[in-house]
């Protein structure tokens, strides 16, 4: 059961793996960080005075807040869909050598099928003499 988990292990390009391991690492630290830095922010708004309507004068302030926070996701959104694109990058290149294992699999199982037959051929050829 272990020989199909090595071949896996043994054919994966372990070389881009660790290169690219640091960058992703690094995307979703700072894609977590900036999610908790929203959830902090969410926290310290009481739900009384987001409910309570604001006077007159503190609507710019208001509207300048809510246009902070929507650069903040938007920044964030970014963060993530790049982190999503390396990941999707890495996971193509993982298909692609699966793909490539799964077909020289089939070529050794062709070739491991003609051995075999072959081997047959020739017990048949020395038991019939």
């Excluded at 070389?15 to 902090?40: C, E, F, H, T, Y």
């Excluded at 051995?115 to 050829?125: E, I, K, S």
Aim: hydrophobic content about 55%; glycine content about 6%; aromatic content about 4%.
């Amino acid at each position: 059961m272990a020989i199909p988990w090595l071949t896996v292990l043994t054919s994966v390009p372990w070389s881009d793996v660790i290169n690219n391991a640091p960058k992703v690492a690094d995307g979703a630290k700072r894609l977590w960080q900036a999610m908790g830095r929203g959830r902090s922010g969410d926290a310290a708004v009481p739900v009384e005075a987001s409910a309570a309507p604001a006077p007159a004068d503190a609507v710019p302030a208001r509207v300048a807040a809510l246009e902070a926070e929507t650069a903040a996701l938007r920044r964030q959104l970014l963060a993530s869909g790049e982190l999503i694109k390396e990941l999707a990058e890495q996971n193509a290149s993982l298909v692609e050598r699966i793909e490539l294992n799964r077909r020289r699999l089939v070529g050794v199982a062709w070739l491991t099928l003609a051995a075999l037959l072959a081997g047959v051929a020739a017990l048949v050829v020395a038991l019939g003499r």
